[in-house]
């Protein structure tokens, strides 16, 4: 099982960047795919979770409104797609595959958000 995740960078505040997640070796289309983060110092904390078939979109209130969680079950992938980007924003995002009893994580992708 694998998981790659991409995407991430340096932007400016304001900013977007869109984090891609390709899975492989897996049931890809009967797994809640989600996106964690952690900052320096911080905990990994929870940022969106999406369902086995696109719906059920879900999200921590400090991205509400800034971030879209989506999937392509054909290509494997999840995707996060984020807008307004603050300096808070900036982390180690990493995505995770979800069934009952199970969490398998990708590596991280950094992103950097500057002010």
């Known amino acids: 099982v694998q998981l790659q995740a991409s995407g991430g960078g340096l932007v400016q505040a304001g900013g977007s960047l869109r984090l891609s997640c390709a899975a492989s070796?897996?049931?890809?289309?009967?797994?809640?795919m989600g996106w964690f983060r952690q900052a320096p110092g911080k905990e990994r904390e929870f940022v969106a979770t999406?369902?086995?078939?696109?719906?059920?979109?879900d999200y921590a209130d400090s991205v509400k409104g800034r971030f879209t969680v989506s999937r392509d079950n054909d290509k494997n992938t999840v995707y996060l797609r984020m807008n307004s980007l603050k300096p808070e924003d900036t982390a180690v995002y990493y995505c995770?595959?979800?069934?009952?009893?199970?969490?398998?994580w990708g590596q991280g992708t950094q992103v950097t958000v500057s002010s």
């Open positions: 999406i369902g086995w078939n696109g719906g059920s979109a």
């Open positions: 070796g897996l049931a890809f289309n009967t797994y809640i």
């Open positions: 995770v595959a979800r069934r009952i009893g199970v969490d398998l």
